[in-house]
């Protein structure tokens, strides 16, 4: 259960290769921390941006079995619950590096990471009004990945 960092486009592609792309998995359950806090005079603290994480857990149908993605510098979240009509299996998932996504002053000369359960995720689409099927993303600094648990074989877990 060793972390690996995405650092570059190669590792993206071992992670994508590793996970079938994300085929056939789904998000099981993720947890938020700002680390920002309240100590017990009422003095609230606060942390950098970089230190906001975002873990989620997913399960694969594939010999990959259960793997989690941690998110560091977390700067949006979209996470899709149930949709009318629409399961929340992934058949497909975004996963790139970009630059110049926020507003100048805030992301120069930082890139970003950005992760979809829709392979053919658009930037462009983010603020659009609600709709279905939505799509999940998130947008962060830093990202790492590991397995939890291998499978020894194919078995029905997100359906």
């Known amino acids: 259960m060793v972390w690996k960092e995405i650092l570059t486009d190669a590792d993206i592609e071992e992670l ?10 789904c998000i099981v359950s993720a947890a938020y921390a700002s680390n920002t806090y309240v100590d017990e005079e ?10 906001f994480r975002l873990n989620v857990l997913f399960h694969s149908q594939w010999k990959i079995g259960r793997f989690e993605l941690s998110f ?5 979240v979209h996470l ?3 949709q009318d009509n629409h399961l929340n299996i992934i058949y497909g998932a975004y996963l790139k590096f970009h630059k110049n996504i926020l507003p100048a002053k805030y992301d120069m000369p930082k890139r970003r990471i950005v992760w979809s359960d829709h392979a053919e995720f658009a930037l462009n689409e983010i603020d659009e009004p609600f709709k279905e099927p939505a799509v999940s993303y998130i947008i962060a600094s830093s990202l790492k990945w590991r397995v ?9 877990g997100c359906m």
Do not use: I, Q, W
């Open 80 to 82: 899709v619950g149930g």
């Open 72 to 76: 560091g510098g977390v700067r949006r």
């Open 16 to 25: 994508m290769d590793t996970c079938l792309g994300f085929h056939d998995a």
């Open 148 to 156: 939890v648990e291998s499978l020894n074989a194919k078995t029905s």
């Open 42 to 51: 009422g003095k609230m603290y606060f942390t950098e941006p970089e230190n």
